[in-house]
């Protein structure tokens, strides 16, 4: 399938520009004499534990594709106050022990500063009191999971949208805007699949509904026709998708074959991948997200064609959200340290990212942070594969 062969090769060109050789990074002193950990004279050392071999390489290649491109252009151009940003990569496999060896590695070897980009929400859960111990920032994970946010924390920050939220607006927008009457949910039994199930729940109730069906499966299950015959014989009309992408596409094959039609599928940001577009079963599947992405054909601004041309020179494939989001993350992560100023401290970081009360990407979007909003976006974007594309529908959907 060509996506494994993009996949692949993106793997490939991350895991040989990672750098980072492991050395620890010697501390510089802020203004006051205390230790800065990650920062030098001439370096600032950010790290990420992401998934570049397994079930979600495709958000963790290119999130570290996307992010590795800005820095490069930052460092090219003097980097940022003298200093040039190293970025250091570990491959965790989408495992929890492996991400813990690696955030490990990271705090205590490396000495990073900040983590950016962290890929999954079990494994962002599991490392966060690692790093905050250490006085680490969790910058920008590729998670949308409510814990990325909440309990509110100075050190974490979010510029996506929240799972939770996308799934309330999803059963909002469905119900009132395409009539749909018998919503369910079918979800992975893991922190994320039940946030799905939790906002599901919540909006469902809210608007006087209640969910008709709901089916959980364990991420390595690949046998649905019974889950599909209990969703089906429930009468739902709405199924709302608390997976990514490999049970995404059996659950949607299985459906297809059972005949089953008259069914919205709505994902999230989880599952708005091209390798859903690819399949026969995906046409029509619906996903609630935070930006949506660009074909070759579309019409890109120059600012965005620019950024295209050299994603497709340096990588030799078409970015994704993934690598939008990825370049986007390091982007607001370079305007936070400009902001911050040449005495980099954890504290000066933290409010120069709360500085950042209304920013637009170079792709049209807007995300806003404060002292007391940590979470970038507040809307979605309603997008539908069609024609073995995806195709943006409306913005701005909130419930």
């Known amino acids: 399938m060509k996506w494994v062969n993009v996949l692949i090769v993106g793997m490939a060109l991350v895991l040989a520009g990672c750098g980072g050789s492991g050395d620890q990074a010697q501390s510089a002193e802020s203004a006051s004499g205390t230790p800065t950990r990650g920062v030098t004279a001439d370096e600032i050392v950010l790290g990420v534990y992401t998934d570049l071999s397994g079930p979600t390489a495709i958000w963790g290649v290119g999130a570290t594709n996307g992010a590795r491109m800005k820095f490069d252009e930052v460092n090219a151009a003097g980097g940022v106050h003298g200093r ?32 950016l980009l962290g890929v999954g929400t079990p494994l962002n859960n599991a490392i966060m009191p690692m790093l905050f ?67 599901a729940e919540d909006q469902a109730a809210a608007m006087g509904l209640e969910i008709a069906a709901v089916s959980a499966h364990k991420p390595t299950d ?6 599909i015959l209990r969703l089906k014989n429930a009468g739902c009309d709405l199924v709302l998708m608390g997976t990514v992408h490999r049970d995404t596409i059996l659950i ?9 039609e008259g ?6 940001n989880a599952v708005y991948a091209q390798v859903i577009a690819d399949q026969e079963s995906g046409q029509g599947f619906y996903s609630f997200v935070h930006m949506a992405r660009f074909y070759a054909d579309d019409v890109m601004s120059p600012e965005v064609k620019s950024w295209w041309d050299s994603y497709v020179a340096t990588y030799d494939v078409e970015p994704g959200l993934a690598a939008m989001e990825g370049y986007r993350g ?15 401290t954890t ?18 979007y807007n995300v806003s942070f404060g002292p007391d909003k940590h979470s970038g976006a507040t809307e979605s974007v309603l997008s539908q594969v069609q024609d073995g594309r995806w195709v943006k529908l409306e913005e701005a959907i909130s419930y």
Not at 263 to 268: D, E
């Open 222 to 227: 690949s046998e649905f026709t019974a889950a």
């Open 347 to 364: 504290e000066g970081m933290v409010a120069a990212l709360e500085s950042i009360d209304s920013y637009t990407d170079i792709f049209g």
């Open 330 to 344: 390091a982007a607001l992560t370079v305007e936070a340290l400009e902001r911050a100023g040449a005495e980099l």
């Open 133 to 199: 111990e250490n006085s680490v920032i969790n910058l920008f994970p590729i998670s949308g999971g409510r814990q990325m946010v909440e309990p509110f924390h100075q050190l974490k920050f979010t510029q996506r949208g929240i799972y939770y939220d996308e799934v309330r607006a999803s059963v909002n927008y469905f119900v009132e805007q395409r009539g749909a009457q018998v919503p369910c949910v079918i979800y992975q039994d893991t922190d994320y699949g039940v946030e799905i199930l939790e906002g």
């Open 252 to 260: 949607l094959d299985a459906a297809r074959k059972m005949g089953w």
């Open 84 to 115: 040039q940003i190293r970025y250091v990569v570990e491959d965790t496999s989408y495992q929890v022990p492996k991400a813990m060896s690696a955030a490990n590695k990271l705090v205590n070897r490396d000495e990073v500063f900040a983590i």
């Open 263 to 268: 069914v919205s599928w709505v994902g999230n």
